[in-house]
C-alpha cells in the first residue's frame, strides 16, 4: 500500500481540524496523523508516495507565512523548499480553506499557489472538485469551472465540510493507492 502524507500550515487552527477529519475519513493505517509544514522537512514529503495538502488562504489570496497576519512559520516559508524539490512520480490531493463571504475575489486562491508549485515539481494533482454551490466573484484555485482541489470554508459554510470530505475522500482515494 503507498505511503500518504498529510501536511497542512494553519493560523487559527481551522485548517488542523480540517486535516483531522480527512485523516479519520482515510480510515487507513498507511497514512500517518497530519503534520503541521512548520514542523516537517522536505524529505518528509519525499519520503511519501502521494501527499494531501492543506492551506488556508490568508493576506489578500496568500499562502500563510506570505502575508503579514500570520502568526505561526507555514507554506511561505517552505516555498523555497517546494520550488527546488523534485515531486515526479508523486500523486498530490489538496485542500484549501476559505471565506467566500470576505474574500469573493481570491477564494481559496492559496490552494491554486500550492497547486502551482506542485505542478511545476512534477507531481500529478487528482481530487479537483466542482465549483458549484459556492458564492465568489474569483479564485486563483480555478481550473475552468472546478477547483483544483476541494474548497472548505469553516466560516460560512462549516455544515457541508462533511459531506465534502466524505465524497472527496472516497474520490481520491484509488489515485492515492490507498
Ligand atoms: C487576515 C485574513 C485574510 C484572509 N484572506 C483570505 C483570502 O484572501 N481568501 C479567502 O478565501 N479567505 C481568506 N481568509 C479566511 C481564512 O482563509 C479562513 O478563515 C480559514 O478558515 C482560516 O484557516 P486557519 O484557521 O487554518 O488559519 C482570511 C482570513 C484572515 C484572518
Not at 475522500?169 to 489515485?175: F, H, L
Request: charged share 20%.
Amino acid at each position: 500500500m503507498a505511503k500518504v502524507g498529510i501536511f497542512f500550515g494553519s493560523d487559527t487552527g481551522k485548517t488542523r481540524k480540517v486535516a483531522k477529519q480527512i485523516h479519520e475519513a482515510l480510515g487507513s493505517d498507511a497514512v500517518a496523523a497530519p503534520v503541521n509544514i512548520n514542523k516537517a522537512s522536505i524529505d518528509d514529503l519525499l519520503a511519501c508516495d502521494a501527499l494531501i495538502l492543506g492551506t488556508p488562504t490568508l493576506g489578500t489570496g496568500q499562502l500563510p507565512g506570505l502575508d503579514a497576519d500570520c502568526q505561526a512559520e507555514s507554506w511561505g516559508e517552505f516555498v523555497p523548499e517546494l520550488e527546488s524539490a523534485d515531486l515526479s512520480g508523486k500523486t498530490v490531493a489538496l485542500f484549501g480553506l476559505g471565506d467566500q463571504q470576505s474574500y469573493p475575489d481570491d477564494f481559496v486562491s492559496a490552494m491554486g499557489e500550492l497547486y502551482d508549485l506542485v505542478s511545476a515539481a512534477g507531481a500529478e494533482v487528482v481530487g479537483f472538485c466542482s465549483s458549484a454551490g459556492y458564492e465568489f466573484n474569483d479564485s486563483a484555485a480555478l481550473d475552468g469551472d472546478d477547483f483544483v482541489g476541494l474548497a472548505l470554508d469553516q466560516d460560512n459554510q462549516a455544515d457541508q465540510t462533511a459531506e465534502r470530505i466524505k465524497s472527496w475522500v472516497a474520490s481520491i482515494k484509488p489515485a492515492l493507492g490507498l
